[in-house]
């Protein structure tokens, strides 16, 4: 009886062997299979390192880049098919690792790089945020590169409960026309809200701070004179961390106004306003001037 039983389950142990084997056998019959039918597509590699600034040229003659087959999906979006071409006069951005796939931005026009735009950025962790202002929100245009700015925030308002935010009461104050009358009514006809605080001017047009502009490539792309033209314009690019770049595209760039700072500047929090205040600095004897109420005009 014993013997019968070690019979039937070396049988079964067997025949579970073999299923297994099979299943193993069509498992890997259906993968080569895929990888047969599957596309390849080839793309640019970095074979050795490329330091910064190397010529697209160079690279090219003197093979830091050969051609790899990958599956299709693995292929980058913006991977370079055509380096004669799509890299023509153009200079790596920063150091190349080997293996890494060569896409559009690895290289970038000599002037970019010998500004130094980019060393400084990626020093202090920043990114670009450019758009325009008139010579209202722009400080009257007496910017300049290398200065600091706070940013604010401009919002046309209608109505404000006095009783504070959140209340489920009708508002006690309505803000009107200003002057129509003055008990009770708020002076405000905007929120103005602090943005970020201290942001450099990396450019303003063209033009960039003396200790970038003095580097800034020629046409032929050797080091030479900061370019002419005038450095006062509408067209402000600021260097921001990457999550306040989101902030200004998000809130809107249309109504944001600069306020010109000295380098010495320290920025502390500021409070948005209490719209609900009726008393102006200037009817207040603590607040009639900038100095303070005891404190002499800086001459």
């Not at 084997?21 to 890997?28: A, C, D, E, P």
């Not at 299709?72 to 913006?78: E, G, I, K, L």
């Not at 590169?145 to 308002?157: E, Q, T």
Request: overall charge negative; hydrophobic content about 40%.
């Amino acid at each position: 009886m014993n013997s019968r039983r070690a019979i039937i389950l070396i049988v079964a142990i067997a025949l579970g062997i073999l299923a297994t084997v099979g299943l193993l056998s069509y498992i890997g019959k259906v993968e080569r299979a895929a990888l047969e039918d599957q596309q390849t597509a080839e793309v640019w590699v970095v074979t050795q390192p490329i330091p910064k600034g190397t010529s697209a040229e160079r690279v090219i003659a003197e093979n830091f880049i050969g051609v790899q087959e990958v599956p299709v999906s693995m292929r980058p979006s913006t991977a370079i098919t055509d380096p004669q071409t799509e890299l023509a006069g153009l200079v790596a951005i920063t150091d190349l690792p080997p293996n890494a796939p060569l896409v559009a931005g690895n290289f970038v026009s000599p002037s970019v790089v010998a500004t130094g735009i980019t060393d400084r950025l990626e020093e202090k962790g920043m990114v670009t945020v450019t758009f325009s202002v008139d010579n209202i929100r722009g400080a009257a245009y007496l910017m300049e590169p290398g200065d600091f700015v706070n940013i604010l925030r401009r919002y046309p308002i209608e109505e404000v409960d006095a009783a504070g935010e959140g209340e489920e009461e009708e508002p006690d104050i309505i803000i009107t026309e200003l002057g129509t009358n003055r008990d009770g009514v708020i002076p405000f006809d905007y929120d103005a809200r602090y943005v970020y605080l201290k942001s450099e001017i990396l450019a303003i047009d063209k033009s960039l701070p003396a200790d970038l502009g003095d580097n800034t490539a020629t046409a032929d792309g050797e080091p030479g004179a900061a370019p002419a033209g005038p450095a006062n314009g509408g067209l402000i690019t600021l260097a921001v961390p990457p999550d306040v770049a989101q902030y200004l595209l998000s809130i809107g760039i249309e109504d944001l106004y600069l306020s010109l700072v000295p380098p010495s500047y320290e920025p502390e929090v500021m409070e948005a306003l209490d719209l609900g205040e009726t008393v102006l600095p200037g009817e207040d004897a603590d607040r009639l001037t900038p100095y303070g109420p005891d404190a002499e005009p800086v001459e």
